[in-house]
């Protein structure tokens, strides 16, 4: 069947298969699967089926990256790279739009003035050079397999298949001529895949297949039960990423940029092990490198780098000042102390307000959605905010009441727990 994979590849560039024909074959593989070693192939045939971007020899084990199978307050890719970068490794960072409950890191950084994410592979390869990091969007010429085929599963209903999953990010990721991959799965309610034992069958997938292709690939198992952070919504996570690449994030979201850090680190041979590397990344968090690296990168794709000169100048620039954004609290009705956050029903309250996209085309509210206020672990009084919404129309009865009810309250103190379930 190895032929025949790259054949199918070859006709889906080429256009000499319909639509139809490409729907059939994607239902094939979703319904029957492939064994391991088709995976690679599938994969190896997707990665050259266009540009394959090249750098330097010196740099053979510096070019690093991480992907994220998206979860609800995951903007963990805005402060990894530069911190990543700060100390020495380069990061080409190729990421993605969000479909579904809020925006993916693209949507999310253009949320700032002027964020160019449309780089050509020659301004890439400039930019890793000169500030050693960027986040852009896919290329018309890196992996345009890919780019046929997920539009079509998309439309289709054949997302979830591990093989066309694994072929899919790893192609992409593969063409941007890493050395090493950190791939983060989310396991819980509100991620891609709700329980452990999917998620482990796709982290098999994904190790095996990039090593297949040459790529040392890491994957860390991460909880998304409940949102990381505080904030929701594509201006609002830029601010707290902000706060974090300046020492002031939530702890939860500096351990996952420490620990997968770490990992890219230690791939890059620029530590010894995991620990050393999160040591170093938590210090350019708070050393103001990694800050630095930030506005530089933003700089570099297109932002005036005065906008970070002050947290009024930001709030500007994100449009959070905008006298047409309404704030609503939604309180406790009782006193405990938080033990449980739904993110799903957070993170669909957030879409309908505008923070997240339905349709491929659909336009995003940058900056719309929630700062929740009251974490895991927090203890509340009856009528203390629990969340603070952020949004242009009225929010509906209805939807009060399903984020009053996405709190639960215990009488005794709940601990919060790491997020990370394993590395494997």
């Given at each position: 069947?190895?032929?025949?994979?790259?054949?199918?590849?070859?006709?889906?560039?080429?256009?000499?298969?319909?639509?139809?024909?490409?729907?059939?074959?994607?239902?094939?593989?979703?319904?029957?699967?492939?064994?391991?070693?088709?995976?690679?192939?599938?994969?190896?045939?997707?990665?050259?089926?266009?540009?394959?971007?090249?750098?330097?020899?010196?740099?053979?084990?510096?070019?690093?990256?991480?992907?994220?199978?998206?979860?609800?307050?995951?903007?963990?890719?805005?402060?990894?790279?530069?911190?990543?970068?700060?100390?020495?490794?380069?990061?080409?960072?190729?990421?993605?739009?969000?479909?579904?409950?809020?925006?993916?890191?693209?949507?999310?950084?253009?949320?700032?003035?002027?964020?160019?994410?449309?780089?050509?592979?020659?301004?890439?390869?400039?930019?890793?050079?000169?500030?050693?990091?960027?986040?852009?969007?896919?290329?018309?010429?890196?992996?345009?397999?890919?780019?046929?085929?997920?539009?079509?599963?998309?439309?289709?209903?054949?997302?979830?298949?591990?093989?066309?999953?694994?072929?899919?990010?790893?192609?992409?990721?593969?063409?941007?001529?890493?050395?090493?991959?950190?791939?983060?799965?989310?396991?819980?309610?509100?991620?891609?895949?709700?329980?452990?034992?999917?998620?482990?069958?796709?982290?098999?997938?994904?190790?095996?297949?990039?090593?297949?292709?040459?790529?040392?690939?890491?994957?860390?198992?991460?909880?998304?039960?409940?949102?990381?952070?505080?904030?929701?919504?594509?201006?609002?996570?830029?601010?707290?990423?902000?706060?974090?690449?300046?020492?002031?994030?939530?702890?939860?979201?500096?351990?996952?940029?420490?620990?997968?850090?770490?990992?890219?680190?230690?791939?890059?041979?620029?530590?010894?092990?995991?620990?050393?590397?999160?040591?170093?990344?938590?210090?350019?968090?708070?050393?103001?490198?990694?800050?630095?690296?930030?506005?530089?990168?933003?700089?570099?794709?297109?932002?005036?780098?005065?906008?970070?000169?002050?947290?009024?100048?930001?709030?500007?620039?994100?449009?959070?000042?905008?006298?047409?954004?309404?704030?609503?609290?939604?309180?406790?009705?009782?006193?405990?102390?938080?033990?449980?956050?739904?993110?799903?029903?957070?993170?669909?309250?957030?879409?309908?307000?505008?923070?997240?996209?339905?349709?491929?085309?659909?336009?995003?509210?940058?900056?719309?959605?929630?700062?929740?206020?009251?974490?895991?672990?927090?203890?509340?009084?009856?009528?203390?905010?629990?969340?603070?919404?952020y949004h242009r129309t009225d929010l509906t009865n209805q939807q009060k009441g399903k984020l009053l009810n996405a709190f639960t309250l215990s009488e005794t103190f709940t601990e919060p727990a790491s997020r990370i379930i394993d590395i494997?």
């Amino acid at each position: 069947m190895t032929s025949e994979i790259q054949q199918a590849v070859d006709c889906i560039v080429d256009g000499s298969l319909s639509d139809k024909q490409v729907e059939d074959w994607l239902r094939n593989v979703f319904e029957n699967g492939l064994s391991q070693s088709e995976t690679v192939e599938l994969t190896h045939a997707m990665v050259h089926s266009g540009t394959i971007l090249e750098w330097p020899k010196e740099w053979a084990h510096l070019v690093v990256d991480k992907h994220s199978t998206g979860g609800v307050g995951d903007k963990v890719s805005l402060p990894l790279a530069p911190a990543v970068a700060a100390c020495g490794a380069k990061v080409p960072m190729i990421s993605g739009r969000g479909l579904g409950h809020t925006g993916g890191t693209l949507d999310k950084l253009e949320s700032i003035p002027g964020y160019r994410v449309g780089l050509t592979g020659e301004e890439l390869q400039t930019q890793i050079d000169t500030v050693g990091c960027a986040i852009v969007g896919q290329t018309s010429d890196i992996a345009p397999a890919d780019k046929r085929m997920y539009a079509i599963r998309d439309v289709t209903g054949l997302i979830a298949s591990v093989p066309l999953v694994t072929g899919s990010i790893l192609s992409k990721k593969a063409a941007a001529g890493l050395s090493a991959l950190v791939m983060d799965i989310k396991v819980g309610r509100a991620a891609f895949m709700e329980n452990e034992a999917d998620a482990r069958e796709l982290a098999a997938s994904m190790t095996a297949t990039g090593e297949g292709l040459g790529m040392d690939t890491t994957v860390t198992l991460t909880e998304m039960n409940s949102p990381i952070g505080f904030a929701i919504g594509n201006a609002l996570e830029v601010l707290e990423s902000i706060e974090t690449l300046r020492g002031n994030g939530p702890a939860d979201l500096e351990e996952l940029v420490c620990v997968q850090g770490g990992i890219m680190l230690t791939a890059a041979g620029i530590c010894n092990d995991r620990d050393e590397g999160a040591h170093m990344i938590h210090d350019s968090l708070h050393d103001g490198t990694a800050m630095k690296k930030f506005v530089d990168m933003c700089e570099s794709q297109g932002v005036d780098k005065d906008i970070f000169d002050s947290e009024n100048s930001v709030l500007k620039a994100l449009g959070l000042l905008s006298t047409t954004l309404q704030t609503t609290e939604v309180c406790a009705s009782e006193e405990g102390y938080v033990c449980d956050i739904n993110a799903l029903t957070l993170a669909k309250i957030s879409s309908d307000l505008g923070a997240g996209r339905k349709n491929i085309d659909d336009l995003l509210d940058m900056q719309v959605g929630m700062i929740i206020d009251a974490h895991i672990g927090t203890p509340v009084e009856q009528g203390e905010p629990l969340v603070t919404i952020y949004h242009r129309t009225d929010l509906t009865n209805q939807q009060k009441g399903k984020l009053l009810n996405a709190f639960t309250l215990s009488e005794t103190f709940t601990e919060p727990a790491s997020r990370i379930i394993d590395i494997l």
